[in-house]
């Protein structure tokens, strides 16, 4: 994510700060991830991307490719999170730019009280280890092993794992905002 976030931000003419004001993030946040030391939330590489007019894939893939149109991962190509710690956001697809879904494989925090997330959209959840606990306001869901919840994401909202192994989850976010932007064209070659 670092390389393409730092060049796309500087072909954009956009300072550190300025992209800081336009998705309400920190200077210095925007600064880690750049750096490799921080990994954005689903809810943060959205607004990025948004304000970089890109797609999110773009953010999580040194080289999207803009034809393709098809993409397998293999779970042997994906790193394994830490059996403890903050979430682990694993992008899917990450060859495919202008998609209407951006999927990922969640490792979710064990810890209680991260702060609630919330961006345009769609998401769906589908717990494929573990159990999660999803708070919206005013409500509390656990959803086990096989359970899915597809919600509209505008809605405050935090995940976390509850299950004695860590749960892992796949999320798919439509994000209404980046479907209204034109999609690069694809070629069939």
Not at 5 to 17: E, F, T
Not at 83 to 107: C, D, E, R, S
């Amino acid at each position: 994510m670092s390389a393409f976030l730092r060049s796309h931000r500087r072909r954009m003419g956009l300072s550190l700060d300025a992209l800081a004001e336009r998705t309400g993030l920190t200077k210095s946040y925007i600064s880690k991830i750049e750096r490799g030391l921080s990994t954005p939330s689903i809810a943060v590489a959205l607004r990025i991307a948004h304000v970089l007019n890109a797609d999110v894939s773009q953010l999580f893939s040194e080289n999207p490719d803009r034809s393709a149109l098809l993409a397998i991962g293999r779970s042997s190509e994906r790193a394994e999170p830490a059996p403890t710690g903050p979430a682990n956001y694993q992008p899917l697809a990450t060859q495919i730019v202008g998609k209407a879904m951006q999927p990922f494989v969640v490792t979710p925090s064990t810890e209680p009280g991260a702060s609630h997330v919330d961006h345009h959209g769609d998401e769906f959840v589908f717990v494929h280890r573990g159990a999660v606990e999803v708070s919206i306001p005013g409500n509390v869901i656990t959803l086990n092993e096989g359970d899915s919840l597809y919600f509209d994401a505008d809605t405050p909202h935090q995940l976390r794992s509850i299950s004695a192994q860590r749960a892992e989850v796949i999320i798919v976010v439509h994000d209404r905002d980046a479907a209204e932007v034109p999609a690069a064209p694809r070629s069939r070659a």
